[in-house]
Every structure is written in C-alpha cells, then in structure tokens.
C-alpha cells in the first residue's frame, strides 16, 4: 500500500505564502503522478497541481502564476509551493498520488490532509 504523509502550512496570511511536501512511503516500486488537491469549506476537492513522474505539470487555472508543485523521485516526495494566497477560511489540502507497490499499481491514493488557514 502507498502511504502519504503531508507536511507544512500553518496559518498564512491574506498575500503570504504556503508549502507543503508530501512523502510516500511502503512497498514502492515506482510512483506515477502526484498532485495537490484542495478542499474549500463547504465545497468539493478540487485539483490545485499535479505531475508526472517525468516532471510534466499540470496547474488549475486559480493558482497559475503563483504556484510551483516539484517532485524528487529519488524519495518518492512532492512539494506545492503557492504565493499570494487569497483571504479564506480553512482550507484543507491533501497530497494524491498513483503508483506501484508489490501487490500491483494502486490509484488514488490520499494523504490525510493539512488544514491551511488563510486570515490576517
């Protein structure tokens, strides 16, 4: 099974910046895509970042500009780096991932999610 750990955030203020890694563990041959997705309150989780094993990106169209996600695959890790963070409530962030175990290709795999909440 592929475990996700996040890490990082905290409270950001309105225009202040946020990162967040995000590291896989267990029995992993190869890790395909990971991403960010987000959870705004009261709304479903959307994609905010994501990549490929082979570094392509790929970004929703609220954070293009002031978002970096980068990968080291040598330790199965993904970091979001976003700036300019928007006034909001608590948003939850959670790392996502594909890959290999052992027992076969898993999909969908979930970290357990960072609150981030944005106010001055």
């Known amino acids: 099974q592929v475990q996700l750990v996040e890490s990082g955030g905290g409270l950001v203020q309105p225009g202040g910046s946020l990162r967040l890694s995000c590291a896989a563990s267990?029995?992993?041959?190869?890790?395909?895509?990971m991403g960010w997705y987000r959870r705004a309150p009261g709304q479903q989780r959307v994609l905010v970042a994501a990549i490929t094993s082979g570094g392509s990106t790929n970004y929703a169209d609220f954070v293009k500009g002031r978002c970096t996600i980068s990968r080291d695959n040598s330790k199965n890790t993904v970091t979001l780096q976003m700036n300019s963070l928007k006034p909001a409530g608590t948003d939850v962030y959670f790392c996502?991932?594909?890959?290999?175990?052992?027992?076969?290709?898993?999909?969908?795999?979930w970290g357990q999610g960072r609150q981030i909440p944005v106010s001055s």
């Open positions: 996502n991932a594909d890959g290999r175990t052992r027992l076969g290709p898993e999909y969908g795999n």
């Open positions: 267990g029995s992993i041959s190869s890790i395909y895509a």
